[in-house]
């Protein structure tokens, strides 16, 4: 409630301010949308052109930023439909140009010229949004503004009396002035009203005579006027506007010329009678606004279709269709386009213009435009400059100042290469220059760098020209040294005068910890100069020790591409680990103090064995591939691939790498079958094994069953006692299941061994059970059935067979 109240006292507030002809105690911006349209319905605000907006704000006593406001926010509440009913300018039949941005939605005018698309030239004033021609009502009215009906005038009497009138013109054409009467003002302008009016009131105050009495006349509301503009306008029809308006604003506030319509002569007709003639390009080109007159009421502006307009293309400042007049000529219209480009090729220019049946192509000189007369439809195209240069000697490669340079100041090979400067890497003793002939095929002239620059070879330099110095590393194979085995980053090296051994190793990073200083292996490649005899060797093989300060060995120069070698050192040792799981006192990992330790040696260091330890089911978990080379991977990668082949098994493309293959067998472990109980019963024997780096050991606890896998009807966990046998454990899972292959059963036992079934002709034997041991029935395979052909063709041979039995039986 406080708020209604509080926003129903601004409007009344504002309201009584308006009445009074105050300036508003609020800000426009503060109302809220409801309080403005009560505001605007009350007052009769909705549906006015601008220039009534403003006059009657002017009234009310708004100052000129709050009408500022009231127009922004007058516009969006008409946008969003927040203004209703026939007064609004959106229901009015007569056009306003207050909102012309929000009526005229299209966008630039556009024509097809003969070869493509182009902006009319001049259009995109009336496309500007923020481009107005709205008259301005904050200045004195002209002394040529001429009165008419509806017109305010404001009379101020001044001097022994004072007194101020505000008269309205009425329908007669007459002012009304208090104890006076009609004076006629209609049709008069502003300095003959106040003469007419001065001359009148002179006989209620005598004062104006003698001068002590002051009469001034203004206006001070404007009346609406309509004009109608019609042809080749965008929105034609009927438009209310200021009678301060002129030509240009009745133009802007329709929208312009149409597609069609034509720039160049804008006809303002009176009464039946043509006033003025309007070229906008006057307006564009010089800003000659003489011939924008105001308008009266009834005028009509007409806007004729366009006679001549051609197009301008290519390089030229402003590309566009130019409406064109009668007399005028190709250099005209280019003037109007603002001259030709910078780059633009003044020499000769093209002409297309639309035949009676096809198009055709007219050559233009340059200097005869100002002759040339252009037909509606033409389209001039001025090209570029081409990329050729009437001077130019180019020269690249290794010097300072690459580049073009023009050989009317340079005109010889010594002061070129002079000014552009070899660098200290350029290869002195041979360069070239490419020289083109008249047919443009092209030579080359090779000389000598040093013998051009001290003047000893001499070339007159021509046009075209291009010079090219080799930088002198780019004409041998990159030198590089190549460092491998015991460092932190071996590699390959660029290669540098005066390079030791001692200079790579420290671009690698330094020595690991466990190189060899003493016997560092250099290789270098043969050279011969192709007159030598075959030779069986391979490279130059040198050994060189690093180890003592002071030795030449320290001193030995490298060549490019030497292969430095460092050994690893055959007394350096890395800690091998392993790792102890389950039964012991103390399970973890342990380094390996020696090559000859045994898995009893470290089940002493592990505290020895807990008393629920199960000796028999102790295994051994190995790495199979640890520390392999790339060619083991690599013969290992071949012998997988012949397997897979053999058994049919599908396999993996063989594009992985080595170091890939490496790394995934190293991750393959294997159990390695143990007998605990005899290697800490009998430590050093076979059974005793020597550990490896990554080996674990793991002793479970005791185990009290064993277990039955594969083709049984149940699998399952059995309570083991002494004298229980293998069919036993299968008869306790409910037998073999039918397709279960019998002879190929076998058992595993906890320490890893496997024991298979043994055949032999009718009779078969189970292996026997130990506590934790596990029982696996494998299925049968399964066997290819014959097929018809097959089938037949084995009879076929058994019967073949018997004929040749029985044969050789009668010969007997």
Excluded: W
Aim: charged share 25%; aromatic share 8%; net charge positive.
């Amino acid at each position: 409630m406080k708020c209604a109240f509080k926003g129903l006292m601004v409007v009344l507030l504002v309201a009584m301010q308006f009445t009074a002809g105050a300036q508003l105690p609020v800000s426009v911006e503060n109302l809220t949308d409801e309080q403005l349209m009560q505001l605007v319905s009350k007052y009769q605000l909705s549906g006015l052109s601008e220039v009534e907006l403003d006059a009657k704000a002017r009234e009310y006593g708004i100052p000129s930023d709050q009408v500022l406001i009231l127009k922004k926010r007058l516009a969006v509440l008409q946008g969003s439909g927040g203004l209703t009913g026939e007064n609004t300018s959106f229901n009015n039949k007569t056009n306003s140009y207050v909102l012309r941005d929000k009526v005229f939605t299209k966008g630039p005018s556009r024509k097809e010229d003969s070869l493509g698309i182009l902006n009319v030239f001049g259009s995109e004033i009336f496309d500007n949004a923020d481009l107005s021609f709205e008259p301005n009502l904050n200045i004195a009215t002209p002394a040529n503004y001429v009165i008419g009906v509806n017109d305010q005038l404001v009379i101020d009497v001044y001097g022994v009396s004072d007194n101020t009138s505000k008269l309205k013109v009425t329908t007669e054409g007459d002012i009304r002035f208090p104890k006076y009467g009609p004076i006629k003002v209609a049709g008069l302008t502003v300095d003959e009203a106040r003469v007419k009016i001065k001359n009148a009131l002179t006989r209620i105050y005598p004062g104006i005579a003698s001068g002590s009495v002051h009469v001034q006349v203004a206006i001070g509301q404007t009346r609406s006027i309509q004009v109608s503009l019609i042809g080749e306008v965008r929105k034609p029809g009927r438009y209310t506007l200021s009678a301060l308006a002129t030509l240009m604003t009745a133009l802007y506030a329709s929208g312009g010329p149409n597609d069609i319509g034509t720039l160049r002569n804008v006809e303002l007709v009176r009464n039946g009678k043509l006033i003025v003639s309007f070229d906008l390009y006057d307006f564009i080109m010089k800003a000659d606004l003489s011939k924008n007159i105001l308008l009266q009421d009834d005028d009509v502006i007409r806007i004729k279709p366009y006679e001549t307009r051609v197009a301008l293309r290519g390089a030229v400042k402003k590309q566009a269709l130019f409406d064109v007049k009668p007399g005028e000529s190709a250099a005209d219209i280019l003037a109007y386009a603002g001259g030709f480009a910078d780059i633009a090729f003044k020499e000769m220019l093209r002409v297309t213009r639309l035949g009676q049946s096809s198009k055709e192509i007219i050559s233009v000189k340059g200097n005869a435009l100002a002759k040339f007369i252009f037909q509606s439809g033409d389209t001039l195209a001025v090209d570029k400059l081409s990329n050729l240069y009437a001077n130019r000697v180019i020269v690249t490669g290794s010097v300072y100042h690459p580049g073009a340079y023009g050989i009317a100041q340079i005109p010889s090979l010594q002061e070129l290469l002079t000014i552009a400067r070899p660098r200290e890497e350029a290869y002195y003793d041979r360069a070239l220059l490419r020289r083109y002939k008249p047919d443009y095929t092209s030579s080359i002239i090779n000389f000598n760098v040093r013998d051009a620059l001290n003047g000893t070879f001499t070339l007159k330099l021509e046009r075209e020209d291009s010079i090219h110095i080799y930088v002198r590393d780019e004409l041998r194979e990159k030198y590089t040294v190549t460092i491998n085995g015991e460092v932190n980053n071996p590699g390959v090296y660029a290669f540098s005068e005066n390079m030791t051994a001692q200079d790579v190793v420290l671009l690698a990073n330094g020595y690991r910890e466990g190189a060899s200083l003493q016997k560092i292996e250099i290789s270098r490649r043969l050279k011969t100069d192709g007159r030598d005899s075959d030779t069986s060797l391979y490279s130059v093989i040198k050994e060189i020790n690093l180890a003592n300060a002071g030795t030449s060995d320290l001193e030995f120069k490298l060549n490019p591409f030497d292969v430095i070698s460092v050994r690893k050192s055959s007394t350096y040792k890395e800690q091998i680990n392993v790792t102890v799981e389950g039964e012991v006192r103390y399970p973890g990992k342990y380094t390996l103090s020696a090559s000859n330790e045994r898995i009893s040696d470290i089940i002493k260091r592990a505290g020895g064995l807990k008393s629920n330890a199960f000796t028999d089911g102790a295994r051994l978990i190995r790495n199979v591939y640890v520390g392999i080379s790339q060619s083991d991977a690599s013969l290992l990668a071949t012998k997988a691939n012949l397997i897979n082949k053999q058994s049919g098994r599908v396999v993996a493309p063989s594009a992985v790498n080595d170091s890939v293959l490496v790394n995934t067998l190293s991750d393959q472990q294997q159990l390695v079958s143990i007998r605990l109980t005899e290697a800490l019963t009998n430590p050093g024997s076979k059974d005793d094994l020597f550990l490896e780096e990554g080996d674990i050991l793991k002793i479970p606890k005791t185990i009290q069953t064993i277990q039955t896998f594969g083709m049984v009807n149940v699998p399952k966990q059995i309570i083991f006692h002494p004298g229980l046998t293998f069919k036993d454990a299968i008869l306790e899972s409910g037998g073999f299941s039918v397709n279960a292959s019998r002879r190929h059963a076998y058992v595993v036992y906890p320490n890893g061994e496997v024991t298979p079934t043994r055949n032999f002709l009718f009779f078969r034997s189970y292996p026997r059970l130990k506590t934790g041991a596990e029982i696996y029935v494998p299925a049968k395979s399964e066997r290819k059935k014959l097929t018809t052909g097959e089938t037949i063709g084995l009879i076929s041979g058994l019967t073949s067979v018997l004929g040749l039995v029985v044969i050789l039986v009668n010969t007997k």
